[in-house]
Each structure stands twice: as structure tokens, then as C-alpha cells.
């Protein structure tokens, strides 16, 4: 980022925000599911949620805001652990929220009055949706006797003098009838039209469009009555939605109506994807104005700048506002917030480097656009707002000052990451433009016998039936793009393997460790968890007989002390570094070996543990050569010393429940009957998961006896020597086991592949129902092939 930018990207990051458009919070009780805090969707639709990009995105957002596991259970179990009140506060305070409008008139499970919000943000007003009101007068009774005119009158007088203020109104007309509304129409027309909508019974829901349209235009005269704006849902929503009918276009004969030249009416959604209609409409019209809430963050990046740059095509600056259409929980006004400040960015920096703005001009914009313009609009008190102090969250400034003091450049070029059978780190470099434009959409092309190169040379194994003939793409999973911390000009992105774009190829580890994840889920409704442990030598240069050798860092003893503060520098490092990759370290220490360590990771669901293991590697690897030495993973680096494992703990959870534990201490070893099952799954089939987990010949110089390496095949309780060990480690009750680890495992294995073995042996103890035998206490004799 050039330096000229940095104080705009200071002005986005603290710009005091007012969200004109949001709706209710609901409890933790509620039984709205909490993927709808992702997408519009319902029913089983919401299935398929979590491979959009927004929840991929949206996931990674509020894990690191709230430092829990990177899943949707992890997120949940924090939740719950922490109340309703508690993660509000937190969501608007990083948010930097002062002021929210809501339109409570879209009914939600228990959600909590509009009053109560006061308690998680200083200011709070209201929006009266219209055809809300219109169904309460109906079920409350009152069919007639008065004009409906007055009765909408003291309807919302009523409203205005409630507890709340109200600052404008809202109509949903286009999930009715549509937006080409008739401004005409007749008394006679309406009285027909109420009359139908009476015999359809209670509860009310109104649809006629006679009816909806004649409602429409007297509550536009009750506005100006009132001076107040009012907001219309344009563009996408759910399924109830006829997207056909919610073009701004239909609105037309509606604006050139007379009678309504002095309203104000905000165009809500960005119009999506209308975008450019809407523009078009707020640049001729002087009533019309844009808020571009649920377009952001419900799109793609890709989308949210593109559909903001649509709107600032032709409207001014001053009619262009923010909102979240934060609705139900308090992260999706944190997500809208959080990428309406990403997306402005994004927006005024390219404006200001194509000469559309200059600098006092895009600082002057972010004003108006994040508070100014719905001040304005809305006739909010700025006294009010100003007394409201302006957060900014620890996460954003962190972000923030990370980006501004450590570097001012640009990202130039982006590493795209494949782990091939052997375990080995591959990647291809472009350019970032390149990758922008061409190859997030398109993927690189890569021989189909990458997949079958061995540790010893690059070209394919004897007898594969992957050989230089073919090719596939390498297709970047864009929820793993990270920036480099070593390198703050570019960033890094695990690929999977394609045939063609959308096909996956059948070899792709990352879709194999997927393909088996979904069949836990789909038979079991379970999740894998993992934690790895890495262990690893770091080496240093030195000249001998004029020869370069590699030689132990340091040669101190376990957990040494003087051997942490040796390497304390780079530890440090390493540790900052996985932090910035959101990737959580649990401890650290020096092993036994000369110049060995052991980082370990957090647990988390088993496709993300193999994603931060790749990363992790990539960190220890690179900070290593930074300070002039040699990280390596090698299973036995040399024979005479102890080996490097990559150790990991497996455990089992449902809905974000740990269900490998006992419920109690009175079950057998522990465990739950499940996970003793999956465990005897991964006994039973042990000799042949090696060729997974232990790939390579070096990996049996380490698996042998008296090495804490799992040479024997059985299991044990707190036994290390034993392969499986199943551990009841601090804050777990005793006799509780919540977990087991894999000793058997080192750092030449493809983690995706192992895992993917690991979690098809469980499942086969489950299907099965297969039995563990008793633990071994001592060294058993039987030693593994």
C-alpha cells in the first residue's frame, strides 16, 4: 500500500459508523438457525451455506474476532459459553457502530425489543415497516368505520410517540406485488381490494397488489406529513422475493408522480443486481438515494467492490450510505461493517489512483458515506451521535497498524501451495493481477504426474499410472489465501486439483480428506477433530575441513531452559507469525533431540488442522532461514539421535460436543462407545495406514522400540511408547479420555491423505462396531512391520 493511502486507510478504519437499516437480536434460545447468519436462504437450502464464499469468509471473520476454533460448532461453543449481551457488546464495539436504525417489523423468534438494544449500542431508533402495520391494524380487528388514511395516521403517530423514536418508514412492496406500483389507485379499488384481504382470515399477510399499492402511496403522503424518509427494499432477498419485480426501474412513474417530489427515498440493498439502475436513478432524481447494506457482506469480494463501484458510477457521493441489515445476530453487523470498511477502501483507493478523487476528496467521501449522509438524511441528532464514542476493535487496529508499519507496498505475488503424496511443499508463483484476474477463476495447468513424484527425485514412481501424459489445474481454495508474514508483498493459497474448473480430480488430497469428513457427517453426524504436534531440528552452518556441514542449533537436554532462550528469537517469531495466519499455538518446547523442538497446535476440525499444518511448516521453514539456520521435519535426521514425529490427537464432536469422551468415569477406559469404536477402527487397520502416515523409508529409522515412536501395535492409557495413546489431559475429569494421538505420524506424510486414512479405518470401527482390546501397560511384543 502506498504511503499516500495510509491516511485514508486510517480515515475507513475509524470513521464513526451509523447503520441506517438493521433489524432485531434475537437470544441464544432462539431456534433460528445460525447459518442464516450467512445468506438469505431457508429451509434446505441453508445446506448448502457453508460452500459459499461469504460463509467460508464470514467464518474466518469471527473466529479470529472472537479467538475460537475456525468452525461453525467452534463459534457456537463460544456463543453459548459467553451470552447474548456479552458477544453483542463485543460484535458492535469492533464493529465502531454508534447509531443503528431498526425496522422491527420483521417478526423474529423471541427477538429482543427494540428498547433492550440500548444496552448494546448508545443510540437507537426506529423504522416503521408499513406493511407490518397494515396486517396489525387488520388482526387487532379495526375493519372499518374510518378512512384508512387516518387510521395509518394514528397508527404511526402512535408509533411516534413510543419509547423508540422513529426516524422513517419502510416498505417491502417488492416481496408482494413488485415495485411497479400504481399511484392511482382508486378508493373503490382499495375497499375491493381490503375486502379480499379479509377473507383470507388471521394472520394477515397482505399480497394484493391494489391494496399494497394504495397503502404505499398514503403512507409516502403520511411521510411528508411527518418529514420523513422513507426506505424500499429493492433487488435480491429470499425466496418469497420475485426478483423480476424488484428492479428500481418499475419506480419510475412513482418519481415522476408530483405529488411526491419533495419525498425522500432511499434505495435499500445496493439494488443488487440492479446496481447500476439504482445509480441511475439517484443521479436524475433528487429524492432518490442508495444504502448498499446486505449487498455487503452477503456478495463475494469480487462482488461488493464491483456493485459499489456501480453505485458511485453515476449518483453523488452525498446520496450513497451505509448500513449492515444486521439481523437476528450481532455478527452480521460486525460482518458488514467490518467489509463495508475493507470494500470503501477498496473503492476510494482505486478512485483516488484512477484521478476521479483525490485524497481530501476521498477523506471528505468516507465521511459521508459511513455517517454524514444518513445523518442527514434521516435527520439524526449530531449532538446525539457525536457523544457516542467511536470503537474501533483490537483486531482492526492490529490489522490495521500491521499493514500501515510494516509495509506500504502493495501485494505483488501470490504463492499457490500443493502438497504432493510424498509430502513435499510444491507451489507456483504469479503475478497478483494475474492471479486476480485470471487464475482464481481459471487455476494453473500441472502434469498429472506431480502426483506420483517421489521424495528422491522429480519425476513420476515405476508403474504409476500417472505419468507425464494429462493435465489438471491447480484450483486455489480462496479461504486459505493468506498474506505472508515473512514476506509482506505476497501472499500464499492452498490449491485443490481439478480436471477442469469444477471437477475435481480424483487424486486431489484435500477433496479426499473432504470426500471422507462428509461421509462421518452424512452416517454419524460426527465431526474429526485433530491436533498436530511438530517436531523439528534446527541445524546450523558450519565449516569443517573447509566442508559446509548442518549441526545441531544447540545440544541441551529436554524442555531446557538455556536451550528455549537460545532459540527464544525465533520462536518468538514463528509464533507471531502462525498468530497472523490465525493459526493458534497451545505450547512449545525443547525436545529431546540435539537442537529438536515441538510446537504445538490447536485442535480443530480435521480439514482445517491439515490446512495449519501446511502453514505452520511454511513458518517454522521460513523464519528458520531468516536467521541463517535449517528447519527440518525429517522423520530421522540422523540416526543417532532422537527421530521428529508430527504427532496427533484425534478426537470426535457432535453439533460442537466432544462425544469420544465418557459421559462419566463409569465407562470402559473412558471412552464413549463410539469413540472406542472409531479407535478400534484405527488399531485394526494401523500396519496399513504407515504407508499414510510413514511414507517413506526414513520414516521407519524412527518407528522403533524404546523410542516413543509407537513401534508396537496395540494402545495404551498415558502409555507413549504405545502407537495410540489415548490422553486425559488438564481441565479433563479423571478417568476421562477426550482424545487420542497417533504417534505413528511424521512430517514427510501429505497430512490430508493421512487424515483421510485415519478418519476411513474409524469409520470402518463404527460401521462395524469392532472392539478395542485391553491396553498395554508395558511394551507389547508385537512390534509393528
Not at 467489509?339 to 478512485?351: C, G, I, K, P, T
Not at 498429472?448 to 521424495?455: E, G, L, P
Not at 514412481?461 to 501424459?469: F, K, M
Request: charged residues 20%; hydrophobic residues 40%; aromatic residues 8%.
Amino acid at each position: 500500500m502506498d504511503e499516500k493511502y495510509a491516511e485514508l486507510r486510517l480515515a475507513v478504519e475509524t470513521a464513526e459508523l451509523v447503520d441506517a437499516h438493521a433489524h432485531n437480536i434475537v437470544p441464544l434460545d432462539s431456534t433460528i438457525p445460525f447459518l442464516s447468519c450467512f445468506s438469505e436462504a431457508s429451509g434446505k437450502a441453508l445446506s448448502f451455506v457453508p460452500s459459499t464464499l461469504n460463509f467460508k469468509r464470514s467464518l474466518r471473520d469471527i473466529a479470529e474476532l472472537y479467538g475460537s476454533e475456525l468452525s461453525i460448532e467452534g463459534i457456537q461453543e463460544y456463543r453459548n459459553s459467553n451470552g447474548i449481551e456479552s458477544i453483542s457488546k463485543t460484535c458492535f464495539t469492533a464493529a465502531g457502530i454508534s447509531s443503528v436504525l431498526i425496522d422491527d417489523g420483521f417478526e423474529l423468534e423471541k427477538m429482543l425489543h427494540i428498547e433492550q438494544h440500548k444496552n448494546i449500542v448508545p443510540f437507537v431508533g426506529r423504522i416503521l415497516r408499513i406493511e407490518h402495520l397494515a396486517e396489525q391494524i387488520l388482526d387487532e380487528g379495526i375493519r372499518n368505520g374510518k378512512s384508512w388514511t387516518f387510521l395509518i395516521i394514528v397508527l404511526l403517530t402512535f408509533g411516534a410517540k413510543d419509547v423508540v423514536k422513529v426516524f422513517g418508514l419502510k416498505s417491502i412492496a417488492a416481496y408482494r406485488s413488485g415495485l411497479e406500483i400504481n399511484p392511482n389507485v382508486t378508493t373503490k379499488e382499495f375497499e375491493d381490494a381490503l375486502a379480499e384481504v379479509l377473507l383470507d382470515g388471521n394472520p394477515v399477510r397482505i399480497t394484493n397488489k391494489n391494496f399494497i399499492d394504495y397503502i404505499f402511496v398514503r403512507s409516502l403522503e403520511v411521510a411528508l406529513s411527518f418529514d420523513w424518509p422513507i426506505q424500499i427494499h429493492t433487488g435480491f432477498g429470499d425466496k418469497d422475493l420475485d426478483l423480476r419485480q424488484a428492479n428500481p426501474l418499475h419506480l419510475r412513474n412513482l418519481l415522476e408522480d408530483p405529488r411526491f417530489l419533495d419525498s425522500r427515498i432511499v434505495l435499500l440493498h445496493a439494488s443488487y443486481p440492479f446496481s447500476r439502475e439504482a445509480s441511475h436513478l439517484a443521479s436524475i432524481y433528487h429524492q432518490v438515494y442508495l444504502d448498499f447494506g446486505l449487498a455487503i457482506p452477503k456478495l463475494s469480494v469480487h462482488g461488493m467492490i464491483s456493485t459499489v463501484k456501480e453505485l458511485l458510477e453515476l449518483a453523488p457521493i452525498k446520496k450513497v450510505m451505509f448500513s449492515t441489515d444486521g439481523c437476528a445476530f450481532p455478527e452480521t453487523f460486525y460482518l458488514g461493517a467490518k467489509r463495508a470498511r475493507e470494500v470503501v477502501f477498496s473503492v476510494l483507493h482505486d478512485a483516488c489512483n484512477e484521478g476521479d478523487l483525490s485524497i481530501p476528496e476521498a477523506l471528505e467521501a468516507v465521511t459521508d458515506i459511513f455517517s454524514e449522509n444518513s445523518k442527514n438524511f434521516y435527520k439524526i441528532d449530531s449532538d446525539a451521535t457525536s457523544r457516542v464514542p467511536r470503537h474501533v476493535s483490537d483486531t482492526l487496529k492490529k490489522s490495521n497498524n500491521q499493514e500501515l508499519n510494516s509495509t506500504q507496498q502493495e501485494i505483488v505475488l501470490v504463492r499457490v501451495l500443493w502438497i504432493d503424496a510424498s509430502g513435499q511443499h510444491r507451489c507456483r508463483v504469479v503475478p497478483r493481477i494475474r492471479f486476480d484476474n485470471f487464475v482464481k477463476e481459471n487455476g494453473l495447468g500441472l502434469t498429472c504426474a506431480s502426483m506420483a513424484m517421489s521424495s528422491a527425485m522429480d519425476g513420476p514412481a515405476e508403474d504409476t499410472n500417472l505419468t507425464g501424459t494429462g493435465e489438471i489445474r491447480l484450483m486455489p481454495d480462496l479461504s486459505t489465501r493468506r498474506r505472508i508474514p515473512w514476506v509482506m508483498q505476497e501472499e500464499m493459497v492452498l490449491a485443490d486439483m481439478h480436471l477442469k474448473p469444477g471437477h475435481v480430480w480424483e487424486y486431489c488430497p484435500r477433496e479426499t480428506l473432504r470426500r471422507v469428513s462428509k461421509l462421518l457427517k452424512q452416517e454419524f453426524n460426527l465431526v474429526m477433530n485433530a491436533g498436530f504436534e511438530n517436531e523439528f531440528y534446527l541445524l546450523k552452518s558450519h565449516v569443517r575441513n573447509g566442508e559446509e556441514e548442518w549441526v545441531p542449533f544447540d545440544t541441551s537436554r529436554y524442555c531446557s531452559t538455556s536451550a528455549y532462550d537460545a532459540a527464544s528469537p525465533i520462536l518468538h517469531e514463528i509464533v507471531n507469525s502462525l498468530d497472523s495466519l490465525n493459526i493458534d499455538v497451545e505450547q512449545l518446547h525443547p525436545e529431546a533431540g540435539n537442537g529438536q523442538f515441538e510446537i504445538a497446535l490447536r485442535y480443530t476440525t480435521c480439514t482445517n488442522a491439515a490446512d495449519n499444518l501446511i502453514y505452520a511448516r511454511e513458518v517454522v521453514r521460513a523464519v528458520a532461514r531468516k536467521h541463517g539456520l535449517l528447519a527440518t521435519f525429517m522423520p530421522k535426521y540422523n540416526l543417532d539421535d532422537i527421530g521428529s514425529g508430527s504427532h496427533v490427537h484425534i478426537s470426535l464432536s457432535e453439533n460442537g460436543h466432544n462425544v469420544f469422551a465418557a459421559s462419566d468415569g463409569s465407562s470402559k477406559h473412558g471412552m464413549s462407545k463410539i469413540g472406542q469404536e472409531f479407535m478400534a477402527g484405527v488399531l485394526h487397520h494401523l500396519p496399513s495406514l504407515l504407508a499414510f502416515t510413514a511414507p517413506i523409508p526414513n520414516s521407519y529409522d524412527r518407528i522403533q522400540p524404546n523410542m516413543w515412536s509407537g513401534a508396537y501395535l496395540c494402545w495404551g492409557k498415558e502409555n507413549r511408547e504405545a502407537p495410540l495413546r489415548t490422553a486425559c489431559p488438564p481441565g479433563v475429569p479423571d478417568g476421562i479420555v477426550s482424545n487420542f494421538e497417533i504417534k505413528a505420524l511424521d512430517g514427510c506424510a501429505n497430512p490430508y491423505l493421512a487424515l483421510a486414512a485415519v478418519l476411513a479405518s474409524g469409520i470402518h470401527g463404527l460401521r462395524t462396531h469392532l472392539s478395542l482390546p485391553d491396553p498395554i501397560g508395558k511394551h507389547s511384543s508385537n512390534v509393528l512391520p
